[in-house]
T-cell receptor, first 108, second 119 residues
Framework: SYVLTQPPSVSVAPGKTARITCGGN??????VHWYQQKPGQAPVVVIN???NRPSGIPERFSGSNSGNTATLTISRVEAGDEADYYC???????????FGGGTKVTVL | EVHLVQSGAEVKKPGTTVKISCRVS????????VHWVQQAPGKGLEWVGL????????IYTEKFQGRVTITADTSTDTAYMELSNLRSEDTAVYFC????????????WGQGTLITVSS
């Protein structure tokens, strides 16, 4: 089955840029979605199809995807961005959906 | 406005069966697949499976194959997840979510249902 690998944690100072990676075999050929989850809440999609921001998501959130790595970038990080972030793809080979292990973003 | 409202928390004994629900509103139920996602305490998200309400077709991940049944009732716009032969490691919050038919992301989520398996 398809595996997505994320770093367990990323720390960033307010106002700086956070980059969260999501590794997978030829992930650049797949559409990657990113979700933000705060404690006790359901996940919220912040980026879909690699780099598309749904309505209501700040422009500070952006995404890229190439080769074996997809990246979620959060610019000008704010305290409210502290959360767990998950990447997700549709594995067309199995028709299964797959999540990465998640990355905890801590704002220093 | 789209809403997914899930049933309340459950406490079950090992070996028994639980069935939780997800009632949707705000869109045509048969237009989008409904998925279930598991989140064990302190752990990440894990995809369980899906149902296509239009024809009842289901897909399950191997981890739950044989123990999970996902169904959809188009008369009440409600999806269900039944998990049998419960084990302590099934203790988790289970979310339902709809998948956008164009972008294939999970655009709307339920509030989650906690299932606790304990003797």
């Amino acid at each position: 089955s398809y595996v997505l690998t994320q770093p367990p944690s990323v720390s960033v100072a307010p106002g700086k840029t956070a980059r969260i990676t999501c590794g997978g075999n030829n992930i650049g050929r797949l559409g990657v979605h990113w979700y933000q989850q705060k404690p006790g809440q359901a996940p919220v999609v912040v980026i879909n199809h690699d780099n598309n921001r749904p309505s209501g998501i700040p422009e500070r959130f952006s995404g890229s995807n190439s080769g074996n790595t997809a990246t979620l970038t959060i610019s000008r990080v704010e305290a409210g961005d502290e959360a767990d972030y998950y990447c997700q793809v549709w594995d067309s080979t199995s028709d299964h959906r797959v999540f990465g292990g998640g990355t905890k973003v801590t704002v220093l | 406005e789209v809403h997914l409202v899930q049933s309340g928390a459950e406490v079950k004994k090992p070996g028994t069966t639980v069935k939780i629900s997800c009632r949707v509103s705000g869109y045509t139920f048969t237009d989008n697949d409904v998925h279930w996602v598991q989140q064990a305490p302190g752990k990440g998200l894990e995809w369980v499976g899906l149902v296509d309400p239009a024809d009842g077709e289901t897909i399950y991940t191997e981890k739950f194959q044989g123990r999970v049944t996902i169904t959809a009732d188009t008369s009440t716009d409600t999806a269900y997840m039944e998990l049998s032969n419960l084990r302590s490691e099934d203790t988790a919050v289970y979310f339902c979510a709809t998948e956008d038919s164009d972008k294939n992301d999970f655009d709307y989520w339920g509030q989650g249902t906690l299932i606790t398996v304990s003797s």
